[in-house]
């Protein structure tokens, strides 16, 4: 009998231009919580879809409870027990709770028909045994982000999965939802679930790990006790080499007031919002989920409505009522939902990287192909895109890569005023250290450049002043020599408190 309940050996998986797996082997014990990290491109995402029968290995064995299987396809593999909570969620936000967990495996009656007082019953039965005392037949799309995971989660528990691997399960949720996860990860593994967890935030890997598996360019780098790991040694073993500075903070020379907004409001988000940001500095700006963060920025690009209040760039009052006007006005905003909002996922690389400023790759009534191609390989050197080329779908590419494209793109502007909205989201600690690199470059081009981030180490790592938001309104202007500086006032002035 195998000590382990899936088991990958060997594995090799190849795509046109790119070995995604190279000799890969992981094996994962009934009842414990296994880590697995590495960088963006490193081929989680390949791994996961070998093990859920989304792809099959070119060469290599999967095992379950010791037995080898060959998986044709995903329902192959949930019939075996392996089940995966993807960080895009497959739940479908019209129907109720209990058809999302029962989709394809309704229950019928004798009649033919539908068992839904049966089916209703189990929904509202395993979404309570997860902590979750909610009406089944309500719609997903009336709960929010925690609530649909734990449908997701439901699905897998219901129908016996004998290992559920969750794939950057955090990084859409707040922060009391991030420990009613963790909960729920742990009851989990007491029932003897097998869970194969998959962060790029090392405190949730060993908050929660037994084991953990680091991966590097396709390959198995090590497994270790994460009782045996600390930062150090899983940076290291990620990145190949050691990162002595997460925050590669470079001191910028203040300059000119680039953006100021005075007093803006808008009906139940923003109270009446006003500061300034200079040239030469990055301004973090913090706060609780709902403090109005994004919302501001979305208003202030132009893609929400301001019921009231000014905005000025290089002290002269703009008119910004949609975002082409922003862009015309040089401020480029990099939105938190990339796929959503930041990149045409169907479209290869190459447009997407020049898609903000086509009039400036223009030669004629033509695009220029020499200039594109220079400034694409530029792009993918300076901020180390993993991808077979330039002319690769976008969709293609890892979530990291896919980010790094994204500020590739507004990086292609002539902007001189960089909005990041948590820039570093589901990226590894390696990619995070290439984007603060990229706003340091900025900041020493005397651009301006402020971001929105729910790290409050990255806040304080790379910001120059930090202002923290409220239900709204701004609480604190923090500057980076002041005592206020630090982790404990900033949370203060996020509750409320005052300084």
Same mark, same amino acid.
């Given at each position: ?13 190849? +795509?046109?231009?790119?070995?995604? /797996? ?20 490193? #081929? ?5 879809? *070998? ?223 006003? +500061? ?47 975002? %082409? ?17 930041? %990149? ?27 200039? $594109? ?9 300076? /901020? ?26 507004? *990086? ?14 589901? $990226? ?32 304080? #790592? ?36 005052? %300084?």
């Amino acid at each position: 009998m195998s000590e382990y309940i899936v088991e990958l050996r060997d594995t090799t998986k190849r +795509f046109p231009g790119v070995v995604a /797996l190279r000799g890969m082997h992981i094996g994962i014990r009934p009842g414990e919580i296994h880590g697995l990290i590495g960088e963006n491109g490193a #081929g989680k995402s390949t791994l996961i879809k *070998v093990l859920t029968g989304v792809h099959r290995p070119d060469e290599g064995h999967i095992l379950v409870n010791g037995q080898e299987v060959h998986f044709r396809n995903p329902n192959e593999a949930k019939d075996a027990g392996i089940a995966c909570v993807y960080q895009e969620l497959n739940i479908v936000k019209l129907l109720s709770i209990t058809d999302n967990i029962f989709i394809g495996r309704t229950i019928e009656k004798k009649s033919r028909l539908l068992d839904y007082k049966k089916m209703h019953q189990m929904a509202h039965d395993v979404m309570l045994s997860l902590g979750q005392d909610v009406d089944p037949q309500k719609p997903c799309g009336n709960f929010g982000m925690g609530v649909q995971q734990m449908v997701e989660i439901a699905k897998a528990v219901l129908f016996d999965a004998k290992l559920i691997i969750m794939d950057e399960p955090t990084s859409s949720l707040g922060e009391n939802e991030v420990g009613q996860l963790m909960d729920t990860v742990r009851e989990l593994k007491a029932r003897g679930i097998a869970i194969l967890f998959v962060s790029h935030k090392l405190e949730e890997l060993f908050e929660l790990c037994d084991r953990v598996t680091v991966m590097r360019d396709g390959e198995w780098i090590c497994t270790e006790d994460i009782a045996d790991m600390d930062n150090d040694k899983l940076i290291q073993a990620m990145v190949g080499r050691s990162l002595s500075n997460l925050f590669p903070k470079v001191q910028g020379q203040r300059g000119a007031e680039a953006l100021r907004v005075e007093h803006l409001k808008s009906a139940g988000v923003l109270r009446d919002i006003s +500061f300034a940001a200079y040239r030469g500095e990055i301004l973090g700006f913090s706060g609780l989920v709902g403090a109005g963060r994004t919302e501001t920025f979305r208003a202030i690009f132009g893609a929400d409505p301001l019921d009231s209040g000014k905005i000025y760039l290089d002290g002269k009052e703009a008119r910004i009522r949609a975002p %082409l006007d922003a862009v015309r006005q040089k401020v480029a905003f990099l939105t938190e939902d990339r796929k959503g909002q930041g %990149l045409v996922m169907s479209q290869p690389v190459k447009t997407n990287l020049i898609l903000a400023n086509m009039r400036g790759f223009r030669k004629g009534p033509w695009l220029d192909e020499r200039q $594109i191609r220079e400034a694409v390989a530029g792009n993918i050197k300076s /901020l180390s895109i993993k991808t077979p080329s330039a002319d690769e779908t976008v969709s293609k590419l890892s979530g990291g890569n896919q980010q790094k494209v994204v500020i590739g793109k507004w *990086v292609n502007t002539d902007a001189e005023v960089f909005i990041f909205d948590e820039p570093t989201r589901g $990226i590894d600690v390696g990619a995070k250290i290439e984007v603060y690199n990229v706003m340091n470059r900025l900041v020493k081009e005397g651009k301006c450049v402020i971001m929105i981030s729910s790290e409050l180490p990255e806040i304080l #790592g790379m910001s120059d002043r930090v202002i923290v938001m409220r239900e709204g309104r701004v609480m604190a202007d923090i500057g980076r020599d002041s005592v206020h500086f630090n982790a404990e006032d900033i949370m203060k002035a996020a509750w409320g408190g005052a %300084l």
